[in-house]
């Protein structure tokens, strides 16, 4: 029997609406479409059906996974931006919906600003993919299909 399609929550955090306008030194050239639009190929082969959101607005992506879990979602893949860094409210829905995430970051975080080096959530993390530019989001929904779909002890 096949496994069953698993809903995905891609989450993207502040500036990340910029991609491809900003820094491309650190972020590359790639836009948030185009990033989407890759996750989305990639979501067959992986039975997955994702679904998008992107805030500057800590409060909203709040909000946005306090609904994930009423909408049965399996996983959220999570960019965080500058939230990682600053939000332990963002940390404390993720611990109390007990959705497995993964974290991702574009650039290597810890190559960069001292204060980029913390993270909220990385101890409570399935994974944490940093570093690999935009191909760290096909790393992490790989990686969280396969936490996923692991067997259960």
Do not use: C, W
Request: no cysteine; net charge neutral.
């Amino acid at each position: 029997m096949p496994d069953k399609t698993l809903k995905i929550l891609v989450i993207q955090g502040p500036n990340l609406n910029l991609l491809g306008q900003r820094e491309s030194l650190i972020y590359g050239s790639e836009t948030l479409e185009t990033v989407h639009a890759a996750l989305e190929k990639r979501s067959g082969p992986l039975q997955t059906s994702l679904s998008f959101f992107q805030s500057n607005h800590e409060g909203a992506i709040i909000d946005r996974i306090q609904a994930a879990k009423k909408d049965g979602v399996d996983g959220i893949l999570i960019n965080a931006g500058a939230l990682t860094h600053t939000s332990i409210g963002l940390r404390d829905v993720l611990a109390g919906t007990a959705i497995p995430f993964v974290e991702v970051h574009i650039s290597n975080v810890h190559a960069r600003e001292e204060f980029r080096h913390h993270s909220y959530l990385s101890a409570i993390a399935a994974g944490i993919v940093v570093g690999f530019g935009t191909a760290g989001y096909d790393l992490g929904l790989e990686g969280l299909v396969r936490h996923l779909r692991r067997p259960k002890s």
